[in-house]
């Protein structure tokens, strides 16, 4: 998740992050991400 937070720029809220990482093939849920 931090990956994906800094390659952004920090730009991407948790939304983002979980759709990203769903991109990639993890499966994870949103309060996973929030946390």
Do not use: Q, S
């Amino acid at each position: 998740m931090k990956l994906i937070f800094d390659e952004n720029k920090a730009r991407y809220g948790k939304r983002r992050i979980k759709a990203e990482l769903n991109n990639r093939g993890y499966k994870i849920g949103l309060k996973k991400v929030r946390n």
